[in-house]
């Protein structure tokens, strides 16, 4: 592990790998990183002397086991024969017994240079007792290393489940759209399949590629323009029902043909019956109560 990746750890974190710690189980630069950790939070030592201690006491966990029966004949064989003649003692008084084996004294762990600096021979036990630890530590880093790949893994696919989930966002979007669209579609065919009353318009000077029809069933008219000029931001185009008689009747603004072809449906201000004509005129963008630019489309009545 990097020392990048070791300044990222949490407390929690520190106080996870104080059990490797303590075995050594760590690399040499994760137990100089996790003691100069501890150098700078001492009051993290308690924590690290209690698992000293448990690691000692691990060593009187394991039973006492016995020489091996041909070492102690050996060594006994060996002792006898040291001895000076003892011609005078019973041949009973001879025979020596093992002597007892003393009682393990508690493994003193130093707490000034760090456990791993401790002189002197382990005993039995608790070589025993460290190399169960140094197990459980080597199992405890592959974990960490299958869980940090697990991580990752989970962050990869958290990704992808974000990005099909703005995937599945804008297809709604699109779809809603599109619905709105194919109903829009539906009803001017419907309006044009009704319709009563068909006025066609032609271009005039101002725009003579220009054309379209006004359909009208009942009070609605579905206008369909076909060449209109694109207009800037600054202008917008608006219909206008004509009168025989009296000034022209403002009936709502077309747009500014962004398209080649223009459909609109749009409620109608009046009845058809009193109308002579209808044109269209370029306007300000929130339109006019009087025809103040150019007609550029325009037709009589039938």
Do not use: C
């Amino acid at each position: 592990m990097n020392e990048q990746e070791f300044n990222r750890l949490t407390n929690d974190e520190i106080l996870e790998r104080l059990p490797a710690f303590v075995v050594g189980a760590l690399d040499p630069d994760e137990m100089l990183e996790v003691e100069e950790y501890l150098h700078a939070h001492p009051e993290l030592m308690g924590r690290v002397h209690e698992l000293e201690l448990a690691a000692a006491r691990l060593a009187y966990a394991a039973r006492p086991q016995p020489l091996p029966k041909a070492t102690y004949d050996k060594v006994m064989s060996r002792a006898r024969a040291s001895l000076p003649p003892m011609s005078q003692a019973p041949a009973a008084s001879r025979t020596i017994s093992a002597p007892p084996r003393p009682l393990p004294q508690p493994v003193q762990l130093s707490r000034s240079g760090g456990w791993w600096r401790q002189q002197g021979p382990w005993a039995v036990g608790l070589g025993l007792a460290v190399a169960a630890l140094l197990a459980l530590a080597v199992l405890y880093r592959n974990s960490l290393g299958e869980i940090n790949s697990l991580r990752v893994q989970v962050q990869g696919l958290q990704g992808q489940v974000a990005t099909i989930q703005n995937q599945n966002t804008q297809l709604q979007n699109t779809n809603t759209r599109l619905e709105s669209e194919l109903n829009t579609r539906q009803n001017q065919i419907a309006s044009i399949t009704n319709a009563t009353q068909a006025v066609a318009l032609a271009g005039t000077e101002a725009d003579p590629e220009a054309n379209g029809t006004l359909y009208v069933s009942g009070d609605t008219g579905t206008l369909v323009l076909h060449n209109l000029d694109k207009l800037g931001e600054d202008k917008i185009y608006q219909l206008w029902l004509i009168p025989a008689q009296g000034a022209p009747i403002p009936a709502g603004l077309v747009g500014r043909a962004d398209e080649p072809t223009v459909t609109l449906t749009l409620p109608l201000p009046a009845s058809m019956d009193g109308i002579a004509a209808v044109g269209v005129s370029v306007e300000p963008p929130s339109g006019s109560q009087a025809p103040t630019g150019p007609i550029v489309l325009l037709g009589q009545k039938a």
